[in-house]
């Protein structure tokens, strides 16, 4: 068990973090990053509360940090292009958006920074309560987090404006195009040594597809516990 903050602690170490987060998204807009709701979703967010106590001092380089049960914290440069990229094009908020592979919660915390409503599917239970602690703790409480097996999407809440996917699937699942509004994206990780981000989106001519970057990230799994 990491040992808990004192409340003076817990005011100098936000003020610290303060300073580093703004740092942080110094770095982010030097690499490309320009849209101010991704910007100011990722100043907002202490993400500090996401990680490990014992890896807190490391929670602002830009780098993936683990989580525990072999998952991983996304790099922030990751967490802002991915939201930028779903976001790019909507002027009317950022909508109705699923995430699969909730992790510690915290690219669910920008989206839910940058207005969008959160839907969150996790396919492990104990990686679940602690995103739902770590949001709790950044008072950020409106997402629905959900345990499930994100290959089938969340047809209860379908049609989503958005989708973004945490994890690397091997083919784009069926039932997430579906659940794809029409003139909605959907960003996930493809591949399986080798992965690039694709960005996809849903168009009266059918989905167009377009490869991003290279990228790392953990196996989309079937099944949950
Ligand atoms: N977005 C996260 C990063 C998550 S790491 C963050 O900001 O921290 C990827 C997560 O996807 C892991 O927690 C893993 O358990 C989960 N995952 C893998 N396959 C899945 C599936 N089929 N459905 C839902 N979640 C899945």
């Keep these: 068990m990491a040992a808990k903050l004192t409340q003076d602690e817990h005011l100098t170490y936000g003020m610290i973090s303060a300073r580093t987060r703004q740092r942080m998204v110094d770095r982010l807009r030097e690499k490309g990053i ?39 914290i996304s790099q922030p440069l990751t967490v802002a292009r991915m939201t930028e990229a779903l976001l790019d094009g909507r002027t009317t908020g950022a909508g109705r958006i699923l995430e699969i592979g909730t992790g510690c919660g915290y690219q669910t915390a920008v989206l839910l920074k940058t207005g969008a409503e959160v839907f969150s599917i996790e396919r492990l239970a104990n990686i679940l309560d602690q995103a739902r602690q770590n949001l709790r703790a950044a008072k950020l409480t409106h997402a629905r987090l959900v345990h499930g097996d994100g290959h089938f999407g969340l047809a209860a809440a379908a049609p989503f404006d958005g989708i973004i996917m945490t994890a690397a699937a091997r083919h784009i699942p069926q039932a997430l195009v579906e659940q794809l509004a029409e003139g909605g994206r ?15 989106e849903k168009t009266p001519q059918g989905l167009q597809k377009n490869r991003l970057d290279p990228v790392k990230f953990v196996p989309l799994l079937s099944g949950y516990d």
């Design 34 to 72: 320009s849209d101010p709701r991704v910007l100011r979703a990722m100043r907002e967010v202490p993400r500090h509360l996401f990680v490990d106590q014992a890896l807190a001092t490391r929670a602002y380089d830009d780098v993936s940090l683990p989580i525990g049960h072999g998952q991983t």
């Design 186 to 200: 959907m960003i996930m990780p493809i591949g399986e040594e080798e992965q690039h981000l694709w960005l996809l």
